[in-house]
């Protein structure tokens, strides 16, 4: 058992999982900063409305979670935000990149296949059938 039993049910839980040898090991210091960063962030602190219910339904159990209250987070969805905005950028060029590629490669097909149709050498004495023999 934890010396003194946390105030929270949560953080008293978590305690409890630790092996009692190593539980044994944290000063009382620790034992408070452990307990304080698992109460921290949890849902349901600081919420002017804060409804949880379990919807019973034929086969299944749904719940529904309801929070209201001051968003305290604008630090965290700032950078939330230029993640999300750097993701979606290279997101967007590598399907760019995926989508262009072959219209690239049939234009430039298309174009070698009008030069041959048209008979114009580019360059005398080199083609392209020489070159796909050695590969």
Do not use: C
Request: hydrophobic letters at 50%.
């Amino acid at each position: 058992m934890i010396d003194g039993p946390s105030k929270d049910p949560y953080a008293h839980a978590v305690m409890e999982r630790i092996s009692p040898g190593i539980r044994a090991s944290f000063t009382p210091a620790q034992r408070s900063a452990i307990e304080q960063a698992l109460t921290a962030d949890q849902i349901g602190k600081g919420h002017a409305v804060d409804i949880r219910l379990t919807i019973p339904l034929f086969l299944a159990r749904y719940y529904l979670v309801l929070l209201v209250g001051r968003d305290r987070r604008v630090g965290t969805r700032r950078s939330e935000t230029r993640r999300q905005q750097g993701l979606s950028v290279s997101s967007l060029l590598l399907f760019f990149f995926i989508a262009v590629s072959p219209v690239v490669v049939a234009i430039l097909v298309i174009l070698y296949a009008l030069k041959a149709a048209l008979g114009i050498d580019l360059i005398p004495n080199a083609h392209l059938k020489d070159l796909l023999r050695f590969w």
